[in-house]
């Protein structure tokens, strides 16, 4: 059965068309109230980037074939999936193939936080199901996620006490420019779900949201827009321009998009294009930029590269 999101996709997919030439509406921008926004969102991520919930509390990355199964995780290092952290037992349990369900066997110490069935069934992940979220286990300042798709298991794990959280020295940005602000017109997609190639060197699957198309030096640019998961407001543009692996990010950045109004009209505002986790913890398997989403202009405005 179709999802509300897929739905509600399918529903501005018929009201809109699928045109080759959208129309792009503009809107007049008081630079002075575009500035402060722009502040306040970076104080905001300021905020939350050395947060217990931030890429710098994120401090390791497994990714293991269906053929490794069952494995070891925890401090030991001679556990299938080794992770840091002082707080961290030498054996958090072990990881399991229950038919389509990934399950962590696990002591009483672990703390289990998500949809019923899925914690206390000890589910990690769901085969094949990455629009499904599995349970997410604590063992102390540690916790563990996990996505199950095309063979391969990725477990994330972060700690609120990682010593990188203490020492976040800020990071610089371009001034603001609405020069680098743009009108945008979103044409979703259908259900369409691809394995995105990672900074990490291995794929994982996202959901491509729709086509976000901008009008920058005299030519219309369609960009491919991915959806961020349950609960998102936004969709993730991921570009590539010519200050990548200059003065910012080698692999690229991340654009935030908001959703669409009932016309189609949203905002690409590279002020905001910020680094993606993979530039603060070497723990994230970042996706890379599509090429339709290669700039040769250098787009100066947003994050520079952040200096660990």
């Known amino acids: 059965m179709p999802s509300p999101r897929s739905l509600h996709v399918a529903t501005l997919f018929l009201l809109l068309g699928?045109?080759?030439?959208?129309?792009?509406?503009?809107?007049?921008?008081?630079?002075a109230v575009h500035a402060d926004e722009v502040a306040r969102w970076a104080a905001v991520r300021?905020?939350?980037?050395?947060?217990?919930?931030?890429?710098?509390?994120?401090?390791?990355?497994?990714?293991?074939?269906?053929?490794?199964?069952?494995?070891?995780?925890?401090?030991?290092?001679?556990?299938?999936?080794?992770?840091?952290?002082?707080?961290?037992?030498?054996?958090?349990?072990?990881?399991?193939a229950h038919v389509d369900s990934l399950v962590l066997t696990a002591d009483s110490g672990v703390f289990w936080v998500g949809e019923k069935s899925i914690r206390e069934a000890h589910t990690l992940a769901l085969r094949d199901r990455p629009e499904i979220d599995g349970a997410a286990a604590w063992q102390g300042p540690i916790r563990l996620t996990a996505r199950w798709a095309a063979g391969a298991v990725t477990i994330w794990v972060t700690d609120t006490l990682a010593p990188a959280r203490e020492t976040f020295n800020g990071v610089e940005r371009w001034p603001t420019d609405t020069a680098w602000r743009f009108d945008a017109h979103f044409t979703p997609a259908l259900d369409d779900w691809r394995q995105v190639a990672t900074v990490r060197g291995f794929d994982l699957p996202r959901q491509v949201a729709g086509t976000v198309t901008i009008e920058i030096a005299g030519r219309r640019v369609p960009l491919t827009a991915l959806t961020k998961g349950r609960g998102g407001t936004s969709w993730l543009v991921v570009i590539h321009d010519a200050t990548s692996g200059e003065e910012s990010y080698p692999a690229g950045r991340f654009v935030d998009v908001?959703?669409?109004?009932?016309?189609?009209?949203?905002?690409?505002?590279?002020?905001?294009?910020?680094?993606?986790?993979?530039?603060?913890?070497?723990?994230?398997?970042?996706?890379?930029?599509?090429?339709?989403?290669?700039?040769?202009?250098?787009?100066?405005?947003?994050?520079?590269?952040?200096?660990?």
């Open 46 to 96: 300021d905020t939350w980037l050395p947060s217990a919930a931030g890429p710098l509390a994120q401090t390791a990355l497994c990714h293991l074939a269906d053929a490794d199964l069952p494995a070891t995780i925890g401090a030991d290092p001679a556990n299938d999936c080794a992770i840091p952290g002082r707080e961290a037992r030498a054996l958090i349990g072990r990881l399991t």
């Open 258 to 308: 908001e959703f669409a109004d009932s016309t189609g009209h949203t905002v690409v505002d590279f002020n905001r294009a910020r680094n993606p986790d993979c530039a603060f913890t070497d723990a994230s398997p970042c996706p890379l930029p599509p090429r339709e989403n290669w700039f040769a202009e250098a787009i100066t405005a947003g994050e520079k590269t952040y200096k660990r």
């Open 18 to 31: 699928c045109t080759a030439e959208p129309t792009i509406q503009h809107s007049a921008i008081d630079p």
